[in-house]
C-alpha cells in the first residue's frame, strides 16, 4: 500500500527572497494535471472532507499555516503544514479534511488528474464501504519528461498576454484551478514560487530560449517588465486569479513587490539552466541572431 509521506522540497535561500520548486518525476510520483489554490479562507475554517478513488495530490502551505487530517479506512493521522518548502504527498483512497486554517492562509494543491466528480467519495460511510470493497491502492503513472532538442523561440512583448482564470467562490475559501493544456496552453512540469520578498527587491531578470511560464500573484502584488530587445511594457499582477503568460524570448523582471507578496509559476518545461540567458548582454546577442 503506497501511504502518504511529507516531502522537503528544495529552498533556494536569497536576500532578494527565497524559492522552492517541485517538478513531476522528481518530486512527485505523477504527471501534473491539475493545480489550484486556496485563499481568501477564514481563520479556523475547515475545508475537504472527501476522498478519491483514483487521483493523488500534493497539497503545501505557501503562507499561513492548516492542519491535514488523513483517514485510510483503519488509522487517523494528522500533520500540520506550515513551511513553504514541505509538501505533503496523498495517495488515492484517503479521506482527507484540512482545518484549523490560520489568517492568511494560502493553500497550493497539485493534483495528478483533471477535474472529475465521478472520482470524488463525499461521504464517510460511502467511503467506508468503498475502501473496504476495494483496499489497494492505485499506483500514479511514473512521469519523467526527457529533456528534447528544439529550436530557439523569439517572441515579443505583444505575445505576453493576461490569462484570467476560473474562480469557485465558496464562504470557506476561493479556488481558482488550472488545467494543463487546458486553461493554460501547455503541459505543466514544474512549479516554483517566491516568497519572503524584502520590499525593494527585483527578481527574474532573465528570458528562455524554450519554456513558457505563468506568473500569478497568490498573495499581494508585483508587477512584471517585459522586454523583447526593442520594445517594452509592464503588467500589474494582484489579484490570484490572473496569470500572466511570458512565452519564450522575452526578458521578465518582477518588482515593486508588496508586503506579503508571493510569485507563484508555472512552467512548460523541467529545470535546465542551458534554457536560461541570465545576462541582458547575452539576450541581446540572443535576439539578434534571430535574424
Not at 493545480?35 to 479562507?41: L, P, S
Not at 483503519?74 to 509538501?87: D, H, M, P, V
Not at 517566491?194 to 528562455?208: C, L, T, V
Not at 515593486?256 to 547575452?282: K, M, Q, R, V
Amino acid at each position: 500500500m503506497i501511504k502518504e509521506k511529507l516531502i522537503d522540497l528544495p529552498k533556494i535561500v536569497d536576500r532578494r527572497g527565497n524559492l522552492s520548486f517541485i517538478e513531476a518525476g522528481q518530486h512527485i510520483p505523477f504527471k501534473i494535471a491539475r493545480v489550484y489554490w486556496i485563499y481568501d479562507i477564514p481563520g479556523g475554517q475547515k475545508r475537504g472532507s472527501h476522498a478519491f478513488k483514483t487521483q493523488h495530490e500534493i497539497i503545501i502551505a505557501l503562507s499561513g499555516s492548516f492542519d491535514v487530517f488523513l483517514d485510510n479506512g483503519k488509522e487517523r493521522e494528522k500533520y500540520s503544514l506550515n513551511r513553504s518548502y514541505q509538501a505533503l504527498y496523498i495517495p488515492n483512497m484517503q479521506w482527507r479534511s484540512m482545518e484549523n486554517f490560520s489568517t492568511n492562509a494560502l493553500c497550493l494543491v497539485i493534483a495528478s488528474d483533471d477535474y472529475d466528480e465521478n472520482d470524488y467519495i463525499r461521504n464517510y460511510k460511502d467511503f467506508q464501504k468503498y475502501v473496504s470493497n476495494y483496499p489497494s491502492v492505485k499506483h500514479p503513472d511514473i512521469h519523467k519528461k526527457k529533456l528534447t532538442e528544439q529550436k530557439p523561440e523569439f517572441s515579443t512583448v505583444f505575445d505576453c498576454s493576461l490569462i484570467e482564470l476560473p474562480v469557485i467562490k465558496n464562504r470557506a475559501g476561493n479556488i481558482t484551478p488550472v488545467h494543463s493544456l487546458k486553461n493554460v496552453p501547455f503541459d505543466i512540469e514544474r512549479i516554483f514560487y517566491i516568497y519572503d520578498i524584502p520590499s525593494g527587491e527585483k527578481r527574474g531578470m532573465h528570458a528562455h530560449k524554450h519554456c513558457h511560464e505563468i506568473l500569478i500573484a497568490t498573495s499581494g502584488s508585483f508587477e512584471v517588465e517585459l522586454d523583447d530587445g526593442t520594445n517594452k511594457k509592464t503588467v500589474l499582477l494582484n489579484r490570484p486569479m490572473y496569470g500572466l503568460h511570458i512565452p519564450p524570448g522575452v526578458w521578465a523582471t518582477e518588482k515593486e513587490y508588496s508586503s506579503g507578496a508571493i510569485c507563484l509559476a508555472l512552467a512548460s518545461e523541467i529545470y535546465d539552466s542551458n534554457d536560461y540567458i541570465n545576462t541582458y548582454a547575452e539576450f541581446k546577442k540572443y535576439r539578434k541572431s534571430q535574424n
